[in-house]
């Protein structure tokens, strides 16, 4: 699977190559697999028996991971219960463990055809991704066959809009959009005209990053998924979270604000490419059993799948062959 | 930032503070503590336990044993290891090249770094006076280069135009050329956001540093970042001849733990927060004064500095007389001190420095958001002169036309009213006993109350 040579650029191996998504994702999430998930296989194998030892060695792995104090210790905790005998019985378990902490959150988003336009309001903080997630997910609609329109809800950041039409053009979608400094409710307001006018099947609306402290902003954001709420009840049908992978046990607190002002109904974790990341998934899935839709693996316009909790697991710790 | 950082440790010193002597269990015991907390707040676990072992080796030294109170030589011994870790001093920026001098900006992607170069044009402006041209090398994101061009325009920096049909090294390169015959101080080069795992990517920034030859390369990162900070900074630190590092989004809740791994990988010094959303959001970072952050001790030093930068010190100074006289606080001084409020930064960013400001409980904090300083400051406009000076003649029907002019209900002005009446004691207070004792006495009555 080529596991080890992953340098190329992202953009360059797009196209449609034979190693099947499996392959891919688990290629894209080699820099992770080779923070934890090697250091940890030769940690097990190095170890003659399971000991105090090889916990604490597993605790340090697994905070080094982000998976967070309480995470680490509810997994160390679940293996100890399950008495293995020898390391390996030891890998086992702990690829349960995870399995079992992660396997809830896999729900993957599914579009209602009942349902029209399906509204998508986009959430984060300053940089984690949203707008290019956005791109990603209109090429990924578009191509299972839904009509897409997209928002411009950022007005505060410079070029922000310019930055989503570049999107829209790239996947040949509408983008409704206002000059930077208008009322990110007023642009909802009218792409939920324009989308129920046109019967588009999804309206992807961005908004502007905030950091989940600002009050004020946060205020904004409830404005923004009240005024959706006028043109049908149960709009925004989807409420999507974007999460920078890079972060720490602050995704928490993004989570816990984010949904407490406009009701986080799934998560997207970008930016899985780089090293050691992806612990944090499970810090979050073992305060929250959120449903986590999508991972960004790369800058292709592709990179974006569909979350799947074995495939994760296995990704980050191989069955032993 | 490092709010629950600096809970974790004040709770740990807790338990120290009632010991008659330091043992090395009970040592030990604080040291759990600190290092939960410090795994807590994202810092790096190899960090961690170098960190552990400093303290842990400072604390068994005999400055501790000859002291009086092992809870404050505790205390110490942290504040110190907390400011060795994160360098002794502030850091600025080395711009003494023959000009143009050349910062060039490298980062994960969404870090924050078009940002930060529109602040940073902006401090060299205003603070330095120095003439800035900024261009974006970014021909990857959409719509980036029209960001910073954007941003340039609203912080009076010169604007290199670039295109994404052209190489980053030429447009680098080209960018310094023109700032050379133009005359420019300084150039400001915002890159693409890169993985560090990126070969590609990274051999395209160490080019264009190769071409430009930066006085100052400065490695952007996210406040908010995880235990992967060691790695990017590390790679990003091997790549690159960096000169200094600028925290992002540090106005959040982030418990700043990637300040201190970033710190400790690269060895290279923390130069700059970034603050909030606005261009004039970055402050220089002073590693000394952060330790007292994060210990709880407050950083009265960077207040004070504010003030002196924002205030009005004539009005400060006809305040404070009236203070000591222990009467005359009225409804136009409130007010000055609310405006006076806004222009620091909101109270967010003064609860921050305050000592003492960590054992307020997140829910009061909370209350005391900046929509509230504004809207006091509306109800005391919509009264007339004379109502400001004697509040007390403010009844029924007064109550009733404030109200309908500055939008609010009848009951918003009555506890307005009355947080003013408590703020006056409190003045008066103040004239007889001091600073410390407010401080006291306002703990209790912290919600609504604005300061």
């Known amino acids: 699977m080529g596991l080890f040579n992953k340098t190329t650029r992202a953009k360059t191996d797009d196209a449609g190559n034979s190693v099947g998504f499996l392959g891919r994702l688990s290629d894209r999430l080699a820099a992770t697999r080779r923070g934890l998930g090697q250091r940890l296989a030769t940690l097990i194998r190095g170890h003659s028996a399971v000991d105090a030892d090889l916990a604490e060695d597993i605790e340090a792995l697994l905070l080094g991971a982000d998976v967070g104090i309480e995470a680490t210790r509810d997994i160390i905790g679940r293996i100890t219960r399950a008495q293995a005998r020898t390391p390996d019985e030891f890998y086992a378990e702990l690829r349960a463990a995870l399995l079992a902490i992660i396997a809830p959150c896999a729900q993957p988003l599914t579009i209602s055809s009942d349902i029209r336009p399906y509204v998508i309001m986009v959430a984060g903080v300053n940089g984690a991704g949203k707008t290019t997630t956005i791109g990603k997910l209109a090429h990924r609609l578009r191509s299972e066959g839904h009509s897409v329109m997209l928002a411009a809800g950022d007005t505060f950041r410079a070029a922000a809009v310019e930055q989503l039409q570049t999107w829209g053009e790239r996947n040949g979608v509408p983008v409704m959009a206002q000059s930077t400094g208008a009322d990110a409710a007023a642009v909802a307001h009218d792409a939920m005209q324009a989308a129920t006018a046109r019967a588009v099947d999804v309206l992807i609306i961005d908004t502007a990053g905030r950091l989940h402290t600002q009050t004020g902003l946060m205020d904004e954001l409830r404005k923004i998924k009240r005024v959706i709420g006028r043109f049908d009840a149960n709009a925004p049908h989807e409420v999507l979270l974007v999460l920078d992978a890079g972060i720490g046990q602050n995704a928490l607190a993004q989570l816990a604000h984010f949904d407490s002002a406009v009701g986080v109904t799934g998560l997207c974790l970008t930016k899985l490419d780089g090293t050691a990341k992806g612990g944090i998934l499970f810090a979050m899935a073992e305060k929250h059993a959120i449903p986590i839709r999508f991972i960004g693996v790369g800058e292709g316009i592709d990179d974006l799948r569909v979350f799947d909790a074995a495939q994760f697991v296995d990704a980050i710790l191989p069955q032993p062959e | ?451």
């Open chain 2, 1 to 451: 930032m490092f709010d629950n950082l600096s809970q974790r440790l004040q709770l740990a010193m807790k338990k120290l503070r009632g010991e008659a002597r330091l043992t090395e269990q009970n040592i030990s015991e604080a040291l759990r503590e600190v290092r939960m907390a410090l795994l807590e707040a994202d810092v790096a676990l190899p960090v961690v336990k170098a960190f552990i072992d400093d303290v842990r080796a400072r604390a068994v030294g005999k400055e501790v044993l000859a002291s009086l109170s092992p809870g404050q030589a505790v205390i110490k011994v942290v504040y110190d290891a907390l400011v060795a870790l994160m360098g002794e001093s502030n850091d600025r920026l080395q711009l003494a090249a023959r000009p143009p001098a050349v910062i060039l900006l490298a980062g994960l992607q969404g870090s924050g770094k078009t940002t930060t170069a529109a602040k940073l044009a902006r401090f060299l402006r205003e603070r330095e006076r120095r003439s800035v041209l900024v261009a974006s090398a970014d021909v990857y994101r959409p719509a980036a280069i029209d960001q910073l061009r954007v941003l340039a325009g609203t912080v009076g920096a010169t604007f290199f135009p670039s295109t994404a049909q052209q190489k980053p090294v030429d447009i680098a390169r080209a960018a310094v050329e023109q700032a050379g015959k133009s005359g420019i101080d300084v150039v400001i080069i915002d890159t693409a956001g890169r993985l560090h795992v990126d070969r590609e990517m990274m051999d395209e920034i160490q080019a264009i540093h190769a071409a430009v030859d930066p006085v100052e390369t400065l490695f952007v990162v996210d406040s908010m970042t995880g235990q992967d900070a060691v790695n990017t900074a590390q790679s990003f630190n091997d790549a690159l001849p960096l000169s200094g590092v600028i925290l992002t989004k540090a106005d959040g809740d982030a418990r700043g733990g990637a300040a201190l791994s970033v710190r400790r990988v690269t060895g290279k010094p923390i130069k700059f927060l970034g603050v909030g959303e606005k261009t004039e959001a970055l402050e220089p970072f002073h590693p000394d004064r952060m330790a007292s952050r994060i210990l709880g001790m407050g950083d009265v030093l960077s207040l004070v500095e504010q003030a002196q930068q924002t205030v009005d010190q004539e009005q400060a100074r006809k305040l404070a007389q009236k203070i000591t006289k222990g009467k005359g606080f009225d409804l136009e001084d409130f007010r000055d001190q609310l405006r006076q409020m806004e222009k620091m930064g909101g109270i967010a960013s003064l609860m921050d420095k305050l000592p003492g400001a960590g054992e307020i409980p997140e829910a009061a904090k909370a209350q005391m958001d900046d929509r509230q300083t504004r809207r006091l400051i509306a109800i005391i406009n919509s009264m007339t002169p004379q109502e400001r000076r004697f509040p007390d003649i403010i009844r029924g029907s007064r109550k009733r036309r404030i109200a309908a002019g500055s939008g609010v209900h009848v009951q918003e002005i009555n506890r307005m009213l009355k947080q003013f009446g408590e703020m006056q004691k409190m003045m008066k207070r103040l004239g007889k006993g001091g600073l410390g004792k407010m401080m006291r006495s306002m703990r209790g009555k912290l919600p609504g109350v604005p300061f």
